[in-house]
């Protein structure tokens, strides 16, 4: 949910040597823990989705409904992660500047003309 290039380690790093101000860089460091926070549930959930399917998935008996049931478990906690993911970045965007987001997301470099031209 941020950019593309960033990893919240780097962005962590970033919010600390780019905010000047105490109150909003804690502010944004705690914005930046929940995220993490939040990644990691989402990745324990696909985990244990993961290991449900595979164990589905290896017995010959297991029917339709079994595999949509377990699908429809992992649909809502992605849903809820995801919007959980947008509110966060959204706080985030808040509580920096706009000087000090353009210093910690630098915008990506255009991509070069001639690598996609055609002859």
Known sequence: MLAFTHTLEVTTKQVKKVVPDGIRREH???ILKQMEEVAKQDGKNLKE???AV???????DATR???????ETLEPQQTAAVE???A?????KDTLTRE????IFPPAAPPDATATAKP
Do not use: P
Request: cysteine-free; overall charge positive.
């Open 49 to 51: 989705f993961e290991k």
């Open 54 to 60: 595979d164990t589905l998935a290896a017995r010959r």
């Open 28 to 30: 944004a460091l705690a």
């Open 65 to 71: 409904q079994e595999f949509k049931a377990a699908y």
């Open 84 to 86: 959980k993911k947008i």
């Open 88 to 92: 966060l970045r959204f706080q985030l």
């Open 100 to 103: 000090e987001w353009g210093k």
